[in-house]
């Protein structure tokens, strides 16, 4: 990619869909057709494309391999995530910069990410900075320390580290395994400012050796001890430790201890058996998880809806080393597949750490260009690269499985941290209050589904929210009693309006007190049924909404300007699909519970002489119910398979259902008319 990416980095210029200063206001569709028109100019080639809005802040930075038709997708609306309408209602121009190939695009979004952190893009949940352990490679004598600094390029980063105390107990460890000096103490920093003057003034150090160096964590540069030669090579040891190549190391260091003890130098055989068993003692905590040497990074990943727990389990030769927490934000329109890829960008954007294999539960769709980049990243002397797995199966399958279960734990302790619920929960109702243009936030929400085969068995189901969490003691199921054979929410809801919100029930303590918003599944029919019946009622105190199962629209009777659409991704929308999902849970269980026990309400119960024998008989001749009801006396008599007398009842009762049926469809249509929402 070279200077043009790096220029591109500093400015993002492209060739078109710039903001014009002094344009007119716009209509949407207007700014739609404008930006189409200008996509026309955009390339088919690879490329990193940026959508800004009309202040020209960069709102969202994305790749592509082919710009052209990426583009149009967005204003086309053919990508299914649910943050695009609000993006495109955002965006007012675009630049993009075209690359060579996919890799280049790939590195390129990660730096503008970076460097304009767009409003759109997914990010880290809390903004602090991570603790890493960093050998400064730009002094003479580098120095290893514990840092939160942004990163310097003279300056090699190990990390991150999500625990601090494990950073600070790895320095520790790293300084009995390989003396070096740290870059807190005092001794060393005299000499680094000594070296900046002249740089040899190791070579004129005779000063006493610092505390570090007595105690066997410090190589004695200060004191001359050691040359800036002997001391890169404990350098490279010590990077060698921090990436977790212990075998190798160890392996070093007996080789070192035997020449020792055949030299007769048992002082410096002592001091590398015991580094050996530091090592070795590090590596009895490692939990040990593969008989190979696996070095892979396993990312899990759990959500819950706006909000996600990721646990890095980083496996080297074949132990667990370290494992890393984070919690992901700004998920809130973001698919679980772009909300990891974004992490896993940021991630090995920071870590020096870079695994043979990454361990993922499905692959990003552009995982050959991040496996190359990280390859770069790896920089293997024997020319490894970097791939990433998604195994559906075995030890690698079961460390995915651990790690999953680590991030839902760690997204569970933050909520419980940071009282998540009980703040979303207050969030959503108080944007309800102001969405709904309630009086008060709803503390007590009904919620009604109806559920049905055909017009059999049934049912309706009441969940009741108080407080935005579920009031199980509350819940109530209705079996509707109006004849239906076929499926009618409309009647069926107008019964349990009825029902429920009688004078009788609203008084009855088991039903609760009266709701501060009631919520029907289905949208504006089944608001108009309702409306319908409580007008009959003369009820006009509850708030009453429908919701459309499609969009997640909501239906309210008080506003003429159309459904109200909840925010994508809002509190408010997740306790609305929470409530009606529970509605549903709520009402199918008992619909099955009833089909289950064969309890039916059947018409032909109430036929004297009627008996399951000649019902099937009848059902058998006729083939349904529907054509049963159509059939005539003289059709019923030429079947031949009950006696005239119960033919005679059969059609009586067939009459009167039949007669109850117009009866409920005209009042329905009357209270349609009569109630219609615009």
């Not at 819950?304 to 132990?319: D, Q, Y």
Request: glycine share 6%; hydrophobic share 40%.
């Amino acid at each position: 990619m070279g200077a043009v990416a790096e220029a591109a980095v500093a400015e993002a210029v492209g060739e078109g869909g710039r903001a014009k200063p002094g344009r007119s206001r716009e209509t949407q569709q207007q700014k739609l057709a404008r930006i189409k028109r200008e996509l026309e100019a955009v390339p088919t080639e690879p490329g990193v494309y940026l959508w800004k809005d009309a202040a020209g802040e960069v709102i969202y930075v994305g790749k592509a391999k082919q710009l052209r038709a990426r583009m149009r997708q967005y204003v086309n609306f053919q990508d299914d995530r649910a943050k695009i309408p609000l993006l495109v209602e955002a965006i007012d121009s675009f630049d993009y910069l075209v690359v060579d190939n996919e890799h280049e695009a790939l590195v390129l979004e990660k730096n503008l990410i970076n460097q304009y952190s767009p409003f759109f893009n997914a990010d880290f949940k809390d903004n602090k900075s991570y603790p890493f352990i960093a050998l400064t490679k730009g002094d003479v004598f580098p120095a290893i320390k514990y840092t939160r600094e942004k990163h310097k390029s003279d300056t090699k980063y190990f990390g991150p580290f999500t625990d601090a105390r494990a950073a600070r107990e790895m320095i520790d460890i790293a300084r009995r395994v390989v003396p070096l000096c740290a870059a807190t103490c005092a001794d060393w920093r005299g000499l680094t400012r000594a070296l900046e003057k002249d740089p040899l003034a190791f070579l004129k150090r005779d000063a006493r050796p610092c505390f570090d160096c007595h105690v066997g964590l410090g190589p004695g540069a200060c004191c001359g001890a050691i040359t800036p030669e002997e001391y890169a090579q404990n350098v490279r040891r010590i990077e060698r430790f921090l990436a977790g190549n212990h075998r190798e190391f160890v392996d070093e260091l007996t080789a070192e201890m035997q020449e020792a003890a055949e030299e007769l130098d048992f002082e410096r055989a002592g001091r590398l058996k015991a580094r050996i068993d530091t090592i070795n003692s590090l590596a009895d905590k490692q939990h040990a998880v593969s008989s190979r040497d696996l070095s892979a990074d396993v990312v899990g990943f759990f959500r819950e809806e706006t909000v996600a727990g990721v646990n890095v389990l980083v496996i080297r030769e074949g132990r667990i080393v370290n494992a890393n927490e984070f919690v992901l934000n700004r998920g809130t329109d973001v698919p679980d597949q772009d909300l990891l890829r974004n992490f896993l960008m940021r991630y090995y954007d920071t870590t020096t750490s870079i695994p043979r294999e990454v361990i993922v539960r499905a692959l990003p769709e552009d995982a050959e260009a991040m496996g190359e980049w990280l390859t770069g990243k790896l920089d293997s002397a024997h020319g490894a690269k970097v791939r990433f797995c998604a195994p559906q199966k075995g030890e690698k399958a079961d460390l995915l499985t651990m790690a999953e279960t680590n991030a839902r734990h760690v997204l569970m302790r933050y909520k419980v941290r940071t009282n998540y619920d009980d703040k979303r929960i207050n969030n959503a109702l108080l944007q309800l209050e102001s969405a709904l243009a309630l009086d008060a936030p709803p503390m007590r929400i009904e919620c009604f589904d109806i559920s049905t085969i055909h017009g059999s068995y049934t049912v309706a189901s009441m969940v009741v929210f108080t407080g935005g969490k579920p009031d199980k003691n509350q819940y109530r199921r209705f079996k509707i009693k109006t004849p239906l054979d076929e499926a009618n929410d409309f009647l069926s809801m107008q019964e349990v309006m009825r029902r429920r919100y009688a004078p009788e029930r609203l008084s009855d303590e088991r039903f609760g007190s009266k709701p501060d918003l009631i919520i029907l599944d289905g949208g504006k029919p089944q608001l108009t049924a309702a409306l319908a019946m409580f007008e009959e009622m003369g009820i006009d105190d509850i708030a009453i909404c429908g919701l459309a199962k499609r969009d997640e629209e909501l239906f309210v009777p008080w506003q003429d300007t159309g459904p109200v659409v909840l925010p994508s991704g809002s509190a408010s929308l997740y306790l609305v699909k929470q409530v009606r999902d529970e509605a549903h849970r709520f009402a199918i269980t008992f619909h099955r519970e009833l089909r289950g026990k064969g309890m039916t309400a059947s018409i032909l119960d109430d036929v004297a002489g009627l008996g399951p024998v000649r019902k099937k008989a009848l059902m058998k001749h006729f083939k349904s119910f529907k054509n049963l009801k159509a059939a005539s006396l003289e059709d019923i008599k030429a079947a031949k398979v009950i006696p005239e007398e119960v033919a005679e009842e059969l059609v009586r009762v067939l009459a009167q259902y039949n007669e109850r049926k117009e009866e409920k469809e005209e009042q329905l249509a009357d209270s349609v008319l009569a109630n219609t929402i615009p």
